[in-house]
């Protein structure tokens, strides 16, 4: 049985700093995954990618703020936030599958979510 389950959601002032860890059982963290979220009223959003070769996709809106990384030796999935905005603030998802992108319709397995709040 697969399941991921996401830690590190928090509240913090514009321009801080948060880091999300997905911890994966019952699959290989050798597929993709990916971070997605979704704040209220709208839609689930792809946030970042990181592919079976290593290969990472970000959203427009984080790049050069957001860094995701995998560690498959501890079948671990995070996502590390910097000069974080009010408008980062969502419901954040980690999700796996063997083929995928910032679609967050191609994605099977979904862990149950954690909160991010950046006040202003």
């Known amino acids: 049985q697969v399941r991921l389950v996401e830690s590190g959601g928090g509240s913090v002032q514009a321009g801080g700093s948060l880091r999300l860890s997905c911890a994966a059982s019952?699959?290989?963290?050798?597929?993709?995954m990916g971070w997605f979220r979704q704040a209220p009223g709208k839609e689930r959003e792809g946030v970042a990618v990181?592919?079976?070769?290593?290969?990472?996709v970000y959203a427009d809106s984080v790049k050069g703020r957001f860094t995701i990384s995998k560690d498959n030796a501890k079948n671990t999935l995070l996502l590390e936030m910097n000069s974080l905005k009010p408008e980062d603030t969502a419901m954040y998802y980690c999700?796996?599958?063997?083929?995928?992108?910032?679609?967050?319709?191609?994605?099977?397995?979904w862990g149950q979510g954690t909160q991010v709040t950046v006040s202003s």
């Open positions: 019952g699959i290989s963290t050798n597929v993709f």
């Open positions: 999700a796996a599958d063997w083929g995928g992108s910032l679609n967050p319709r191609l994605y099977s397995f």
């Open positions: 990181v592919g079976r070769d290593g290969g990472t």
